[in-house]
């Protein structure tokens, strides 16, 4: 299966409908991101085949320049958001890897779906999409997954990733849950959780390939 027949069902109706034009609206009116062609990025990245980790975040960065499509990711010509650097710490602390890229592109690249719950937002206004209907869309992504899918590692950070625990069949997929890598929360369960050490050991218990969160290509 792909995208195309995932998604068929759920395009074709009103609901999308109005949802895409909502969407039309807030980007003729106001600077949206990320940009409108990146807005499925994250499905572009990562085809429904070839998912091994879903990875869910709430909505995208809002400030210029930052969301790119994938939750967490930015672009190397941008700070790094703080809880971009506390993942990438965890990683460092859990498997010794030093990643200074935060473009994420290779995990994506690779089976891991960065998917945000909402799939744009206001300039410089976060959260300022939530009401637009996007989580209708990624919980049927989610379920989807869930459905038609067998041994998905699901990796829920903080309280409100944890709340799509709900849409996932856990008797046949790994969900790995820890508090939120934000610094509000970083301290209360993120640090030391080690969610890249897991994911690759359930990889490999089911002998799949495990993920290279080092990425040696755009490294400078």
Request: charged share 25%; hydrophobic share 35%.
């Amino acid at each position: 299966m792909t995208w195309t027949d995932i998604l068929e069902p759920i395009k074709n109706t009103e609901y999308f409908e109005t949802l895409w034009k909502q969407v039309e609206q807030e980007y003729s009116a106001d600077k949206c991101f990320p940009l409108k062609e990146q807005i499925f990025r994250a499905l572009d990245l990562t085809p429904f085949e070839k998912i091994k980790v879903v990875i869910i975040g709430q909505d995208p960065y809002h400030n210029d320049d930052q969301a790119n499509g994938l939750c967490f990711s930015v672009s190397q010509k941008v700070k790094i958001p703080p809880s971009l650097k506390n993942i990438l710490k965890e990683l460092k602390d859990d498997l010794d890897i030093d990643r200074s890229n935060p473009e994420l592109d290779d995990w994506a690249e690779q089976g891991v779906l960065l998917l945000n719950a909402t799939l744009t937002v206001k300039a410089h206004s976060p959260n300022s999409h939530k009401d637009l209907g996007w989580e209708h869309f990624t919980n049927f992504i989610i379920k989807e997954i869930s459905t038609n899918k067998e041994n998905i590692v699901f990796v829920l950070w903080g309280a409100f990733a944890q709340k799509k625990e709900e849409l996932i069949d856990s008797s046949k997929h790994c969900i790995i849950k820890s508090a939120h890598p934000s610094p509000f929360s970083v301290y209360r369960g993120f640090y030391g959780s080690k969610p890249f050490s897991q994911i690759n050991d359930y990889l490999k218990s089911i002998n799949q390939e495990p993920i290279s969160w080092q990425d040696r290509r755009f490294e400078k």
